[in-house]
């Protein structure tokens, strides 16, 4: 299994990750995700999107073409301002960003929240309000997409991280949700900064 979000600890700079993420398509449950509001739906801006923890910016972009309005948030200044910096003028209107650390983000109303290999790194003490403003703020036939790291994964032993057992993934969408796509997959490959054991659950979940 080889993923492509940076090994915490780290010391390259982000500006590194995100070169190193260049040229990549839009993951795969991202699109399984997009595609079930249906062909054309984001046409005209008439849906809206939050990228939370959006990173190199592919599926802000991705989301963008489509015709979607999009928050792109992410933690890290150089994240918000390279995709500022390669987005086409066209687009410029349809996306807000915003540079802030989950602890303290508050979210908009929105139609899906896509959240790829970012909600692992709130910390714990923050992960409930956090989740909370996430399942408040997607409204009804809206979506969740996005990953969490199981409780083996290699980097469970971070106590600024948030892991979660199989039991309480599926606890986290008990009020209210669908769930479309559950996917636990666990293995050795390589993360930014070198060999890792991953277990993930991939998650897909539709507000009633």
């Not at 780290?10 to 590194?16: A, I, N, T």
């Not at 449950?29 to 984001?42: M, N, P, Y």
């Not at 309000?129 to 980097?155: E, H, K, M, V």
Request: proline share 7%.
């Amino acid at each position: 299994m080889s993923q492509d979000e940076p090994n915490q600890g780290s010391d390259k700079p982000w500006e590194g990750y995100y070169e190193w993420l260049k040229g990549r398509q839009p993951r795969p449950l991202f699109v399984d995700a997009l595609a079930r509001f249906g062909a054309g739906s984001g046409k005209a801006g008439q849906l809206h999107a939050i990228d939370l923890g959006c990173g190199d910016g592919t599926e802000t972009l991705a989301l963008l073409m489509a015709g979607w309005s999009v928050l792109a948030i992410d933690r890290e200044p150089a994240a918000t301002d390279q995709i500022r910096s390669r987005l086409p003028a066209r687009f410029q209107p349809r996306l807000e960003t915003m540079t802030v650390p989950f602890e303290d983000v508050r979210l908009p109303t929105t139609n899906f929240v896509y959240a790829g290999y970012s909600l692992p790194f709130c910390r714990p003490d923050y992960f409930d309000r956090l989740w909370a403003n996430i399942t408040a703020c997607i409204g009804p036939d809206g979506r969740f997409a996005g990953q969490l790291f199981g409780i083996r994964d290699s980097w469970a032993n971070d106590p600024e991280m948030t892991f979660h057992s199989a039991e309480q993934v599926t606890s986290l969408f008990t009020g209210g949700f669908e769930i479309e796509v559950l996917h636990e997959k666990e293995e050795d490959g390589k993360s930014f900064n070198g060999p890792k054991h991953w277990h993930v659950f991939d998650i897909i979940a539709r507000k009633r």
